[in-house]
């Protein structure tokens, strides 16, 4: 039985919540009890904990025995071990032990528990936690293991904890006791098992959580479970267990980003009897267990998970729309080398956010290029250079109509497929007197007056990556000296991210190329670890002697030091725009325009993730490169430690001319 159904995001792995056991080799009885119990899965140990390898061999004189996994295939059908049962590896095994019986022992039972397991087709396995200062020999093994595995998951245990050295006097070196950050555990375990992308992390939540910094570099990890004990838990006023407010924020933290939870341990109290807990939370989650059966000694605590999952608000409208994009990597638009399709068009003009905004700063320069007295005299000219099927030429029009000014329009479009839209909607909107359309590259066009205001959407994710200022230096000089461009000006923003799910997904193709281009994708299992930082600045009409486009930026940014060390991935690329005076458009975080969907950020990845640990600053360097038939960027990172300069004369990615 599910924790509930979120309104808008249904398909969320999180509404599954999971039971951790103890050793069982009845498992069909195992299964039931905690199915009908209300879990949708068990965590179960594989293996008999006694089992010892070198055991049962000098016990059988050097013969190999049957080795005691808790019943053979058939106690279960395909679908139950599928479904219902994730592996838990036995938690004794230590594979970097000084004991060498011991480590031997580890790696045979391992390797021998994931090949049961994998054999029983299980979704996932649960390792345990690395014992000791280093993992190196455990690391190998598994890597070994994951380079035949067909799709299981191997759920590495990671305690969530993290000691208060948060004033960042900590040497980097020091790793003795009275520092310990298990995320430096789980880095260096990934960083050895090469990033595979079927490892991945299931968290112990304990009692004491980190800083709200801290927790937040996880998300951008590849974390599947959160484990949570139940002495972890409070008890409320009516006797009932809860969780700190912080343990709620970070479990519907969890919630969001379709990590499943898994409750273990005792049940710690009783709890009244007569009224479930989940009535006393106002929860509709039945609480009551199969008749005859006896109640889940676990049910409260898991009654209590299905309550904070259920008062979360459902999916904002924006939000449904977009999932099918979340973590998807897509090439920017090449607007000038491609038309664009009827579907894209299509996609960017139900934005109406955006288009409310162009028409109050076309209307705001309307009104201050033609005062009231003058508004039934005057004809202001108003080119839209990149017109597509017409939208900012209706939100021109409303403006001029809101405003009572009277309006010249030239529609300026080199797409000839728009061009037959913008001349259907020139009879059907009426606008035959007010618009003439014009098929032509603005760079090109030679244009029969000049313009009082020059209007244009060319902005991409990065405000200059679809070349909106090569685009508009080439109008300009249809523009009046002291004439209006909306946008006016447009700045790009960096952001160094954690993003585990981006970096693999890149890995993948096994080349240079795809590491060294710029992605558009939906940000959601990503960690932002600082503030974002202005890039490059745009202002239209360019107005001073420099001509060239060309640009470069050294950042520096701070981790905060309560983080503890993170990894970065690469950089969030942002764009915020002034479109005329105080009217704004962009999507860089702290500033962005609600509701709007034409612009997902963008992402440059770094071949080698940069490990970034507290006080040691984070210093990026990005050029914006200009040649005769192209634009490209470069970046590379010289602190904590160098990186290679990425798309070297753009040759793996570049938008033409």
């Known amino acids: 039985m599910t924790l509930g159904e979120r309104q808008g995001d249904e398909k969320n792995d999180s509404k599954y919540c999971g039971v951790e056991t103890e050793f069982n080799d ?46 053979s295939d058939l106690v279960l059908s ?78 590495l245990r990671i305690p ?15 790793m003795g006791e009275e520092h310990r950050d298990s995320w430096e555990m789980w880095n260096s375990f990934r960083t050895l098992g090469e990033h595979h992308s079927q490892l991945s992390v299931a968290l112990d939540v304990l009692s004491s959580l980190p800083s709200v910094n801290s927790l937040a570099r996880w998300f951008g990890e590849p974390v599947r479970a959160a484990i949570i004990n139940s002495n972890s838990f409070l008890t409320n006023a009516r006797g009932y267990p809860c969780l700190s407010k912080r343990h709620q924020n970070l479990l519907t933290e969890c919630f969001n980003h379709s990590i499943q939870i898994v409750i273990s341990g005792q049940q710690m109290q009783n709890f009244p009897t007569g009224t479930s807990v989940s009535n006393s939370h106002n929860s509709n989650n039945q609480s009551e267990g199969v008749e005859g059966m006896q109640r889940h000694p676990l049910r409260s605590y898991l009654d209590y998970i299905a309550y904070l999952y259920q008062k979360m608000d459902p999916l904002p409208e924006q939000e449904r729309f977009e999932l099918g994009y979340r973590d998807y990597l897509q090439s920017p638009l090449q607007p000038l080398m491609d038309n664009l399709e009827a579907q894209t068009y299509e996609t960017f003009e139900k934005d109406t956010t955006k288009y409310i905004q162009y028409q109050r700063a076309v209307a705001k320069a309307l009104v201050d290029r033609v005062p009231d007295e003058k508004a039934s005299t005057i004809t202001t000219v108003l080119m839209v250079v990149g017109a597509g099927r017409g939208p900012l030429v209706r939100a021109s029009l409303q403006a001029a109509e809101e405003t009572g000014r009277k309006l010249k329009v030239y529609a300026v479009e080199k797409n000839p497929n728009a061009i037959v839209t913008l001349h259907s909607l020139l009879k059907i909107e009426g606008w035959e007197k007010l618009v003439t359309i014009v098929s032509s590259d603005m760079r090109c066009w030679d244009a029969p007056e000049k313009a009082d205001i020059l209007v244009s959407e060319l902005l991409g994710s990065f405000g200059d990556n679809e070349l909106s200022p090569e685009c508009l230096d080439g109008a300009q000089r249809f523009l009046k000296e002291d004439g209006i461009s909306i946008p006016s000006s447009y700045t790009s923003f960096f952001q160094p991210v954690t993003a585990s799910k981006l970096y693999n997904d890149i890995k993948s193709h096994k080349d240079l190329v795809h590491f060294e281009t710029a992605y558009v994708v939906k940000f959601h299992c990503v960690a932002r670890l600082t503030s974002p930082q202005p890039v490059f600045t745009f202002n239209h009409p360019e107005d001073s002697t420099r001509k060239s486009n060309h640009r470069y930026t050294k950042l520096r940014f701070e981790i905060p030091t309560d983080t ?94």
């Open 26 to 71: 009845d498992m069909p009885q195992l299964l039931s009890v905690n199915i009908h119990g209300g879990f949708d899965f068990v965590v179960a140990p594989l293996m008999d904990p006694a089992y010892r390898p070198s055991l049962l061999v000098s016990s059988n004189g050097g013969s190999g025995g049957v080795l005691p996994f808790a019943g």
């Open 78 to 155: 395909p679908s139950q071990w599928s479904s219902h049962v994730v592996g838990k590896i036995s938690s004794w095994l230590d594979l970097d032990s000084e004991d060498e019986m011991l480590r031997r022992d580890s790696e045979i039972t391992l390797k021998q528990e994931i090949a049961w397991a994998s054999h029983l087709s299980l979704q996932a396995c649960l390792l345990p936690a690395p014992k000791g200062v280093t993992c190196a020999n455990y690391a190998r093994c598994v890597n070994q293991i994951l380079q035949n595995l067909s799709n299981m998951q191997l759920w």
């Open 160 to 174: 969530l904890e993290k000691s208060d050295d948060d004033d960042g006097n900590r040497s980097p070196n020091s």
């Open 564 to 657: 503890g060390s993170a990894l970065v991935h690469g950089f969030a690329g942002y764009f915020d725009s002034v479109l005329y005076k105080d009217v704004h458009l962009g999507i860089e975080p702290s500033t962005a325009t609600p509701n709007m969907f034409s612009w997902f950020p963008i992402f440059f990845p770094l071949r080698t993730p940069m490990c970034v640990q507290p006080g040691i600053p984070l210093e990026v360097h990005i050029w914006r490169c200009c040649g005769t038939s192209k634009v490209w960027y470069e970046w590379g990172v010289t602190s904590p430690s160098s990186s290679p300069i990425h798309n070297c004369n753009g040759r793996s990615y570049w938008v033409g001319l």
